[in-house]
């Protein structure tokens, strides 16, 4: 019996030593694991830089641009890209302290080269819209136009945007003066910006463009002998501004910071003259 209760503790003492081991080795493997998470934690890819910092960073700012939308984006009779919103935006890069990069794209691409961040500004004499405010975030405006109606001079059956049901309109396809043309009841002929439709205006295949009051002030002054004419207009203005995807907040408060120094220092009534002679942000 003595023999037996020896072996019976032996057993016991056996299997109580085992347990406590393999309680041991499970906390042993847990405290590595709680390690390897904080190691984890510690080296884990920091918050990205915002979008101002990530513009000085790199010492430029992407600028989507037309190129073909004078007066505001187009090259000069040497090939050089100028315009009012070019300057507008040279200007705004210099007081950022980058240098200026334009991306030249189509108007119909311009918003998706945008999605695609092939750019971190527009500036392209887009107009502010609802609908766009929805996807996009928007600089303060830095000018003020009308969308008139420009026919051909010898044109007697439009006078009115009401005239237009029926009518041959050219127009950008996602321009919100197309929405104008449309809503009147126009057919819409595609074109790629303000120049094509005057030329096929003046070559007789279209009837009437909707377009920027401002593009047509400045056109009649390069070329005051073009057969065309202004015969209504929209009595509200639509405001332009810098567009940027949304979650840009510093980048678009610096563009607008810097718009609003030009303003006070005179910079931006002297661009402003130079292509329309006179302040166009009111």
Same mark, same amino acid.
């Given at each position: 019996?003595?023999?037996?209760? @020896?072996?019976?503790?032996?057993v016991l003492t056996v299997v109580l030593v085992a347990a406590c081991g393999n309680n041991a080795n499970n906390n042993?493997? /847990? #405290?590595?694991?709680? /390690? /390897?998470? #904080?190691?984890a934690a510690a080296t884990a890819a920091p918050a990205e830089s915002n979008s101002l910092e990530a513009v000085k960073a790199s010492g430029k700012l992407r600028i989507g641009t037309e190129g073909t939308y004078a007066p505001f984006t187009f090259h000069d009779s040497d090939g050089k890209l100028t315009g009012f919103d070019v300057e507008i935006a040279r200007e705004v890069s210099k007081r950022l302290g980058v240098e200026p990069e334009f991306i030249e794209t189509q108007w119909d691409g311009i918003f998706a080269g945008m999605d695609a961040k092939r750019f971190d500004v527009i500036f392209n004499e887009v107009s502010i819209t609802e609908d766009r405010k929805a996807k996009y975030d928007f600089s303060d405006p830095y000018i003020v136009s009308k969308a008139v109606l420009i026919v051909s001079e010898d044109n007697q059956d439009i006078k009115t945007f009401a005239d237009l049901k029926g009518k041959k309109a050219g127009q950008s396809l996602t321009s919100n003066l197309s929405d104008i043309a449309r809503e009147n009841g126009a057919e819409i002929v595609a074109t790629e910006g303000f120049n094509q439709a005057i030329d096929l205006l003046t070559s007789g295949?279209?009837?009437?463009? $909707?377009?920027?009051? @401002?593009?047509? @002030?400045? @056109?009649?002054?390069?070329?005051?002998?073009?057969?065309?004419?202004? $015969?209504? #207009?929209? /009595?509200?203005g639509s405001q332009s501004a810098a567009v940027f995807l949304k979650g840009n907040d510093e980048l678009v408060k610096a563009v607008s910071d810097a718009l609003a120094e030009m303003k006070s220092d005179g910079t931006y009534l002297k661009i402003s003259e130079k292509y329309f002679g006179e302040d166009v942000s009111k």
């Open positions: 019996m003595k023999k037996f209760s @020896l072996m019976i503790l032996f042993t493997t /847990a #405290e590595p694991s709680a /390690a /390897a998470n #904080e190691g295949r279209i009837d009437a463009t $909707v377009n920027d009051g @401002l593009s047509f @002030l400045d @056109l009649k002054k390069q070329k005051p002998d073009v057969k065309i004419k202004k $015969v209504d #207009e929209i /009595a509200e």
